[in-house]
């Protein structure tokens, strides 16, 4: 199949959301019945982002092959069918990594290296390798144009274009289109510099998306398609929406799918959007509300756990309910912030997400323990799942001082500890047990009920494990182990026969999870939070009625 490409770049400013765009316009040709793959380069040095602080980058989203890559590519998976892998996600880093070996080994054969052709060849041959076996490859290329890093990223599709031609090829650019409050007016001159600035590496957009808060006039639209030479028709408006789910929807009102196919020559089907809209419709007119408390590390960083906030949604979405997330620093529980400590009270289900590091475990613990004690849904992934074994060996089993060795290395209770296969290992980059690993599911349990499966297969990011010596003081106390490697070596998941809904994982299937096939785990999750929240609010009221008749009460007044 000769495939063919769209290059999404990106304009004026960072973060216009060409990830969600690029994902968006994949959705939209999947409905036209075409078959296409995703890719992103990222023009920084790092090999990949796994190394890097949640701070600087946002979720570090795994594949089913381990890779760890951009958060972008959760945006991919949730939006299409593409399956992705570590072919789908390159750095500036990573491309030098593969040429140095190359040079190391001699196949350049005593030529000297350079960034043209050489380092543009090997982006080329990226490209080209995604694109094998299907209808369009969408390729969007991190930063903002201008930006030095990502040149030879550009000058990679300008050669792109010059290779395959223009059946073959489209460029579109996404760009911010600024509404200016003291003029009362929208200002296209950011987007004209910005194609500007395109030109002058070669490279002509044949389509605009335009970033905006308000819908383009057809003056602006023919002002921004005269002086950026484009057809009227291919100047978008990306409006701001609510919800993400609607990008598709609203990019079909544009007709941008009807352009691309007539720019690359694609005869394809109508579009059916149908399933799209009617999420669209359920976000929208949702029957009630349920509100989750995240206990974690990096909650004043949203981006940080990206793919567990859609999760969420996706769970919420399944029952028709709003989701009310609220994110609470788990350091503030830790220092006895009463404002926190009360707010616990407040919420219908508490998750404790994946995370690194000392700082604020102590936090989640009385989190944990709050949830355990007052019969609060909880949804504990990785991180949250070992804080909730050393929470019961701690408060249970009477293990004072229970802790993972990640924590403490000198615990005298080392409940979770290094994975075995890890032992030794110093350093950093890509050193976890990573990617998909098969589950095996104890019948009767919660985890059995909620999967429907004996087997399942999950993705990892970790580098410690349940302890296998307290499984027997553990279970002992009440704790169930319900998921394993199917050699027995790793447990998997950990429940709560006496709760109402407390499970953790070891895996995070917050990857996993799509708005049009919510993750079982989050579905439930969500589920058993709601209907707590109904008991624990008809609770609130009946002690407020029966205070109210109390006749200590009416004799006090
Ligand atoms: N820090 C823990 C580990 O490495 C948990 C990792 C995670 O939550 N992703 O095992």
Redo the contacts with the bound molecule.
Sequence with gaps: MSAKYIFVTGGVVSSLGKGLAAASIGCLLESRGLKVNLMKFDPYLNVDPGTMSPFQHGEVFVTDDGAETDLDLGHYERFTHAKLSRDNNWTTGRIYEQIIAKERRGDYLGKTVQVIPHVTNEIKAAMKKVAQDVDVAIVEIGGTVGDIESLPFMEAIRQMRQELGRERTLFMHVTLVPFIAAAQELKTKPTQHSVKELLSIGIQPDILLCRTDRFLSKEIKSKIALFCNVEEEAVITAKDVASIYEVPVVFSHEGVDTLVLRYLHIEAKERDLKSWEELVHRVYNPKAEVTIGIVGKYVEYEDSYKSLKEALVHGALAHNLKLNLNWIEAEGLEAGDQASQEQLADYDGILV?????KRGIEGMLIAIRYARENNVPYFG????M?TACIEFARNVCGLADAN?S?FDPATPHRV?YK?RELRGVEELGGT??LGAWTCKIEPGTLAHKIYGQDEISER??????FNREYEETLTAGGLRISGSTPDGTYVEIVELPDHPHFIGC?F?PEFKSKPLEPHPLFKTFVGAAYEHGLKRRAEKAAAEIEMFHRPEKVGRR
């Design positions: 997400p994946g995370g690194f590091g992934i990785c991180l949250g070992q993972s990640e979770i994975l976890m047990r990892h990011r970790h580098r410690y494990e070891q995070h």
